[in-house]
């Protein structure tokens, strides 16, 4: 079983920092993508940004230039730097992983995280 914990959420004042992490464990051959959604109170989960195995990117444009996407494929870690926060920031914030968890690798599941809560705001 694949599991995802993410960590460093948080409450930040408007224009700071966070870095939000998430390591997959378990039983992994393979991860193809992974990445971040987010969801406001009331809304659909929505894209923030995610990173292939290969380095490909696919961000959001109201996050391009404030958050920056980053894998680390030997720990199974995918990073999500935020700054320039702004109070619209503000949800939770789900990892994904596309994770091949049976060799050989013909089929990928799609594991998602509990959330982590950010809170912009002064």
């Known amino acids: 079983q694949v599991q995802l914990v993410e960590s460093g959420g948080g409450l930040v004042q408007p224009g700071g920092s966070l870095r939000l992490s998430c390591a997959a464990s378990?039983?992994?051959?393979?991860?193809?993508?992974m990445g971040w959604y987010r969801q406001h109170p009331g809304k659909e989960r929505e894209l923030v940004a995610t990173?292939?195995?290969?380095?490909?990117?696919q961000d959001a444009d109201s996050v391009k230039g404030r958050f920056t996407i980053s894998l680390d494929k030997v720990k199974n870690t995918v990073y999500l730097q935020m700054n320039s926060l702004k109070p619209e920031d503000t949800a939770v914030y789900y990892c994904?992983?596309?994770?091949?968890?049976?060799?050989?690798?013909?089929?990928?599941?799609?594991?998602w995280g509990q959330g982590a809560l950010v809170t912009v705001s002064s």
């Open positions: 378990g039983t992994i051959f393979d991860i193809a993508v």
């Open positions: 994904t992983a596309d994770v091949c968890a049976i060799t050989p690798c013909s089929r990928y599941i799609e594991v």
């Open positions: 990173v292939s195995s290969y380095g490909m990117i």
